[in-house]
């Protein structure tokens, strides 16, 4: 066991504060990573304020992690001392159902096991990247390529792979047109990613501050979805909507916005249940469907392609002493478009 800094939160209601964390030995097939850079998540605010459900603490939330190894176990041929590396929202898995064995971890059949906040194989309950070091099992640490800094680099291991998985899955590219709700951390890799495929992408945010952004950021078009004219002007219009809030929004009205056979998948994550109406889905024969994460080998094609596009996260660096002010800021959705928590000071 080695004890590391850490940042946790010590209660739903409480504001995280410093502390120590004991991580495990490193056994046969563990890395050892030094943390470099974590990005903060809404998932992470949602986790430690009890959104999702009791959770238990303290807790050290932080699932988009760059790092580097600095000790490998004795049977590890993946990943050597000197490699830069990342983790995203998973360490675990069973390794052995159908989904895990085609490379869909992340839809494990026995529950994958989250970063933070789940709990392992032996019975601990896992500890996130807040903090100076990680211990992760070999095949759960995808490698950062050369072309990436780690800084822009963290938060591909969740806001990217988040929306890169469903844009590939559901054949965003050239003649394709994708709207993406919500211009947050989520949302900005979504339109870099999509413009980046070819796609022809179109932003839906709630009013127009953030346009110029978005047409910087890849977008040919940019919508305030408060004004009612947008959704009669739009009707019909894209075969892929991408939905990265996380809170409640008028699905059915959205889904009018798609094309015969179109689909709208939602990434954001909202403590409500999201009602539609079934005729906004016969009506078009359209889909209504959702998407998490990417499995290991998608994470890694994910990393791979942001390298060879020059494509990084918008971040704001702070010290570890801001968190608690980021998590606000967050929540005023005052931020362009992600923080990373430098690790060093810790």
């Known amino acids: 066991m080695t004890t590391v800094k850490a940042y946790a939160s010590p209660s ?52 988009e992690i760059a790092g580097v190894v600095t000790e490998v176990g004795s049977a590890v041929t993946k990943h050597k001392v000197g490699d830069r590396v990342g983790v995203g929202c998973m360490v675990n898995s069973c390794r052995e159902c159908a989904n895990c064995l085609n490379g869909d971890e992340q839809y494990c059949l026995k529950g994958m096991v989250g970063t933070y906040g789940a709990e392992d194989r032996d019975g601990t309950i896992t500890q996130g990247g807040y903090s100076t070091h990680v211990v992760v099992t070999e095949h759960f640490v995808v490698s950062i390529p050369d072309g990436l800094e780690l800084d822009v680099a963290a938060p591909l291991l969740c806001a990217g792979i988040t929306t890169y998985s469903p844009l590939h899955r559901w054949g965003a590219g050239p003649g394709k047109k994708v709207a993406v709700v919500g211009l947050g951390g989520l949302g900005h890799m979504a339109v870099k990613l999509a413009a980046a495929m070819g796609a ?12 110029e952004d978005g047409l910087r950021l890849g977008a040919t078009s940019y919508f305030a979805t408060s004004d009612p004219g947008t959704f009669e002007q739009l009707a019909g219009s894209f075969d892929l909507i991408i939905n990265t809030v996380s809170a409640s929004i008028d699905i059915s009205a959205y889904l009018q916005l798609l094309t015969l056979d179109g689909a709208l998948v939602n990434v954001g994550a909202p403590a409500e249940p999201l009602p539609v109406n079934a005729f906004a889905l016969i009506g078009g024969r359209r889909s209504f469907a959702g998407s998490m994460i990417g499995g290991i080998p998608e994470t890694q094609e994910m990393l791979n392609f942001c390298a060879e596009h020059g494509i990084g996260a918008d971040i704001e660096v702070i ?21 990373v928590i430098d690790t060093a000071t810790l």
């Not at 964390?21 to 809404?42: N, Q, S, T, W, Y």
């Not at 022809?200 to 346009?211: A, D, F, G, P, Y």
């Not at 010290?319 to 992600?338: F, H, M, Q, T, W």
């Open 319 to 339: 010290p570890a002493g801001k968190i608690n002010d980021a998590y606000e800021r967050v929540l005023a959705s005052d931020v362009r478009y992600r923080f």
């Open 12 to 63: 739903s209601s409480e504001d995280l504060i410093p502390t120590t964390i004991e991580r495990r030995a490193v056994g046969p097939h563990d890395v050892l990573i030094e943390i470099k850079f974590a990005g903060i998540c809404h998932s992470d605010i949602h986790t430690v304020r009890g959104d999702w459900g009791p959770q238990q603490y303290p807790l050290v939330p932080g699932h």
């Open 200 to 211: 022809e992408v179109t932003v839906l945010s709630q009013s127009l501050k953030k346009q």
